[in-house]
């Protein structure tokens, strides 16, 4: 079973913890199912998850090279020299980073945040499209800040063939399973 989960901004990507932050539990009542994968605490978007640990380990593990594309709201306004840094692989303090693919986009229609991100008023602020083959800790983040323009907003809508499609945040879907409604917060959709 592969189920594709829209995580809300400061939800952990586990099910249980010591501390009174939001988890997985909150939304999704699935017994045995597993993170392919993890999105950081201060991270949106789509979660794997699977209770078939053989396809958990093909999907989370980096020689997979499972192509994961973020849109990434930065503080400034980078230009086609920057992007070009991130295409090209920059190094980072854990080794050199594989290259990205890098595009300025238009504000996605994805939902507000809540709380929403700091502003500036004198700087601007501006919509990347990311896409990466490893998934080292924060590394979208550290990628942007290397570059000189720090993350703001970090939403991952693809990884592989699965993408967020319709899913509100604190949403699931099963694939090829009927509409229904479980979860403390969570909601349940069929792809």
Same mark, same amino acid.
């Given at each position: 079973m592969i189920v594709l989960f829209n995580k809300p901004?400061?939800?952990? !990507? ?10 997985? /539990?909150?939304? =999704?009542?699935? &017994?045995?199912?597993?993170? $392919? ?15 078939? @640990? ?5 999907? %989370?593990?980096?020689? !997979? /090279?499972?192509?994961?594309? #973020?849109w990434v709201q930065v503080e400034g306004t980078p ?9 090209? +692989?920059?190094?980072?303090?854990? +080794?050199? /980073?594989?290259? $990205? ?6 504000? &996605? %229609? ?12 004198? =700087? ?8 990466? !083959? ?25 990884? +592989?063939?699965? !993408?967020? +499609?319709?899913? /509100?945040?604190?949403?699931?879907? =099963?694939?090829?399973?009927?509409? $229904?409604?479980?979860? $403390?917060? @969570?909601? #349940?959709?069929?792809?």
């Amino acid at each position: 079973m592969i189920v594709l989960f829209n995580k809300p901004f400061r939800v952990l !990507s586990q099910f249980t913890t010591d501390s009174d932050k939001a988890t997985l /539990a909150d939304y =999704i009542e699935l &017994p045995g199912v597993y993170c $392919a994968g993890r999105l950081d605490y201060d991270s949106e978007g789509l979660l794997i998850l699977t209770d078939d @640990g053989r396809r958990q380990q093909q999907i %989370a593990n980096p020689k !997979s /090279a499972k192509r994961k594309r #973020y849109w990434v709201q930065v503080e400034g306004t980078p230009d086609d020299a920057d992007l070009q840094r991130l295409r090209d +692989g920059i190094e980072l303090k854990d +080794g050199l /980073a594989r290259p $990205a693919q890098a595009t300025l986009i238009e504000p &996605p %229609a994805i939902w507000e945040r809540d709380p929403s991100i700091r502003e500036r008023r004198n =700087i601007p602020t501006r919509w990347l499209d990311l896409g990466i !083959s490893e998934g080292r800790n924060r590394q979208v983040r550290r990628m942007t800040a290397h570059i000189g323009y720090p993350t703001l907003r970090l939403i991952l809508h693809q990884v +592989g063939e699965w !993408s967020l +499609g319709e899913l /509100a945040p604190g949403e699931y879907r =099963i694939e090829g399973k009927p509409v $229904a409604t479980s979860g $403390a917060r @969570g909601r #349940y959709r069929r792809e």
